[in-house]
């Protein structure tokens, strides 16, 4: 039993990390906003997001499994004006990060703060001191962990946090299941009136079709060593990836819908997301929503900060170098970075979702620069990206660049 398990990671490894990286609190929020505010209206976004997000991994894994080579590096030495495009790559996905960065770790560090509250009444509704403390605490902790330099070990720790925040979303969802009419929304796809569903759908796409999970997949798949006789075994990490982004994210929807939504509630705080709950389950199940949120924020403060010193070693020379200095300096300067969010002690909730639309302005990039270099037969060969890749990598790019128009919409909409 316990070799087939360490087997299947070593399978999967990948395709967790990619879901790691891409659910966290960020995608926990808007998942729940969306479904407090619309229901399940704007399920159909979750499943376009998810299915780009499958066909990307494809593109980019093939790509990697195939030449050897990873993104940045591939971009770097087989497109015209390939430098530049790199850079621009590189810099898209890093600011992109950073700026979701301090949201996610304000919402972690708050959801802490809110549970513990609610075990123990004599503690205030709110403490900026503590919640900053607890910020402090949980980012250098996360830094300490990525000391260890070994991509297996962060790895393993990644596949801890996933496991346990797909168990505890699962089970929530099983305590509070949205009534038919609710689940009947989800049927015909809608854009529901007001300005906020437009931020909601960048922010949706924003968290789950995350340009970071592709660019840094090449990265991952070069420390397994694959070859082109293993790319069934990629194609399988990259479903894997994206039927489980979508499982996990759609359970917090179903969930905010039949606990929220359903009452014609609003998530204004973190506990809002689970406090209903309690009527139904009691406290302990208030707890394991939050779990669950705290273990999706652990999951993507963990390779976001692992993202600028690896693109970096990309850009250079084509493989990660966790134990290089700059690794450790990089990912220091984010950990700081990460700090100013919880030290503003803005609304979380509010400053995580918006801060999510900050990955979908480099999507487009990410989807033409991987479909130039997979319909390359001098790199390529016989896998060169046939019909059905190419008709999915040109729906992804379009759905991308609508995506980023309505990014800059909801934006504008907000000054």
Not at 31 to 53: E, H, I, N, P, T
Not at 194 to 212: D, E, H, R, Y
Request: aromatic share 8%.
């Amino acid at each position: 039993m316990l070799t087939r398990l360490k087997r299947g990671v070593a399978i999967l490894g990948p395709g967790i990390f990619a879901i790691g990286y891409t659910i966290g609190t960020g995608s926990v929020t808007s998942m729940a906003k969306a479904g407090s505010q619309y229901g399940l209206k704007l399920l159909w976004v979750l499943v376009l997001s998810c299915l780009f997000s499958g066909i990307l991994m494809e593109a980019y894994g093939r790509f990697a499994v195939v030449t050897g080579e990873t993104a940045l590096h591939g971009i770097r030495r087989h497109l015209r004006f390939g430098k530049a495009l790199a850079a621009l790559v590189f810099v898209g996905v890093v600011t992109g990060q950073y700026t979701c960065l301090g949201g996610i770790l304000a919402l972690s560090s708050g959801a802490l703060y809110e549970t513990a509250a609610l075990f123990f009444p004599a503690l205030p509704a709110a403490h900026y001191g503590l919640t900053l403390a607890i910020a402090a605490a949980l980012i250098f902790l996360i830094y300490g962990l990525l000391l260890t330099g070994r991509y297996s070990f962060f790895e393993k720790v990644l596949v801890f946090f996933v496991t346990l925040m797909g168990a505890t979303f699962l089970l929530s969802m099983c305590v509070v299941w949205p009534s038919r009419e609710i689940l009947l929304e989800a049927v015909v796809p809608s854009i529901p009136a007001g300005k906020n569903s437009l931020l909601m759908i960048a922010a949706f796409v924003g968290t789950t079709m995350a340009a970071p999970t592709f660019v840094t997949r090449p990265l991952l798949l070069k420390e397994k060593a694959l070859t082109p006789e293993d790319l069934p075994q990629q194609r399988l990490d990259a479903t894997f990836s994206a039927v489980m982004m979508f499982v996990i994210s759609a359970s917090i929807m179903f969930v905010a819908a039949g606990a929220l939504h359903a009452h014609g509630k609003d998530i204004v705080r973190i506990l809002d997301m689970a406090h209903t709950l309690a009527p139904v389950a009691g406290k302990g199940a208030v707890a394991l929503f939050m779990a669950g949120t705290l273990c999706a924020g652990l999951s993507s403060i963990f390779p976001i900060l692992m993202v600028a010193p690896i693109l970096l070693s990309d850009y250079r020379v084509g493989r990660m170098e966790p134990r290089s200095r700059s690794f450790r300096i990089l990912c220091l300067f984010a950990s700081l970075f990460g700090l100013i969010v919880p030290a503003l002690g803005r609304n979380p909730i509010t400053i995580t979702v918006m801060t999510q639309i900050s990955n979908v302005f480099v999507l487009p990039l990410a989807v033409a620069v991987i479909a130039a270099l997979i319909n390359r037969r001098d790199l390529m060969g016989s896998h060169k990206a046939g019909p059905a890749l190419n008709a999915g990598l040109a729906l992804a790019f379009l759905f991308a660049c609508a995506i980023a128009v309505t990014g800059i919409r909801a934006i504008l909409s907000t000054l």
